[in-house]
T-cell receptor, first 115, second 109 residues
C-alpha cells in the first residue's frame, strides 16, 4: 500500500538552481495538491489539480510551476530556487476535489534547503 | 480566504493529564477535519465533522463541532506519549483545503 510517494526526501540547492519534486499516488484519486510547511505557518497550498488536465494556483504559487503528467503524477518545479523556498513540501491527494467529507492523503514530505 | 485560528500554539503536559485544543474561524465551516502529524510524516486524518453540535469520539479523543459551525474542539483524556504530535484543523472550500496553524502537543512520560 504505497499511497502517496514523494521524491526526493531531502535536497540541498544553491540559490538560482532548479529542481523538480515528484509525486505519485496509486489510489486512483482525481485531485492532487502541493503544500509547503514552515514553522508556525501550518500548511499553505502552492498549487492544486482538481482533476487530470487542470491545475490552479493556491495561496503561495510565486516561484513554482506544476505539471499534472497523468492521473497518478503531479510534479512541482522550482525554476530558480531562493532561500525563502527552504521548507518541507508535501504532496497530497483526495478522491474528489473539495468534497465536504473528502480525506486528504499525504506523502512523507520533501525537505528542501536553499543556500 | 477563511482563516483558522488554533489555540494553544504549544502544549506540554504530563502523561495522564487531560487537554483541550481549539479551532476557531470568523466564517461558518462547511465541514471540519482534524489531522495529526507526527515528526517526519505527513498529516493523517483523525475525524470529519459536518453537522453543527456534532460530537465524535475516537478512543480517548473527543471532537466537538460548535452549534454555529464556527468553532471546534479536540479533547484528549488521559494523554499518552503516543499522542505527541501536531494537531491541525482543516476546512474545505471550493477545490481547496484550508489548514489552521496547528497545536503542537508534547506528552511527557
Amino acid at each position: 500500500n504505497a499511497g502517496v510517494t514523494q521524491t526526493p526526501k531531502f535536497q540541498v540547492l544553491k540559490t538560482g538552481q532548479s529542481m523538480t519534486l515528484q509525486c505519485a499516488q496509486d489510489m486512483n484519486h482525481n485531485s492532487m495538491y502541493w503544500y509547503r510547511q514552515d514553522p508556525g505557518m501550518g500548511l499553505r497550498l502552492i498549487y492544486y489539480s482538481a482533476s487530470e488536465g487542470t491545475t490552479d494556483k493556491g495561496e503561495v504559487p510565486n516561484g513554482y510551476n506544476v505539471s499534472r503528467l497523468n492521473k497518478r503524477e503531479f510534479s512541482l518545479r522550482l525554476e530558480s530556487a531562493a532561500p525563502s523556498q527552504t521548507s518541507v513540501y508535501f504532496c497530497a491527494s483526495s478522491r474528489l476535489a473539495g468534497a465536504v467529507t473528502g480525506e486528504l492523503f499525504f506523502g512523507e514530505g520533501s525537505r528542501l534547503t536553499v543556500l | 480566504t477563511q482563516l483558522l485560528e488554533q489555540s494553544p500554539q504549544f502544549l506540554s503536559i504530563q502523561e495522564g493529564e487531560n487537554l483541550t485544543v481549539y479551532c476557531n474561524s470568523s466564517s461558518v465551516f462547511s465541514s471540519l477535519q482534524w489531522y495529526r502529524q507526527e515528526p517526519g510524516e505527513g498529516p493523517v486524518l483523525l475525524v470529519t465533522v459536518v453537522t453543527g453540535g456534532e460530537v465524535k469520539k475516537l478512543k480517548r479523543l473527543t471532537f466537538q463541532f460548535g452549534d454555529a459551525r464556527k468553532d471546534s474542539s479536540l479533547h484528549i483524556t488521559a494523554a499518552q506519549p503516543g499522542d505527541t504530535g501536531l494537531y491541525l484543523c482543516v476546512t474545505s472550500g471550493t477545490y481547496k483545503y484550508i489548514f489552521g496553524t496547528g497545536t503542537r502537543l508534547k506528552v511527557l512520560a
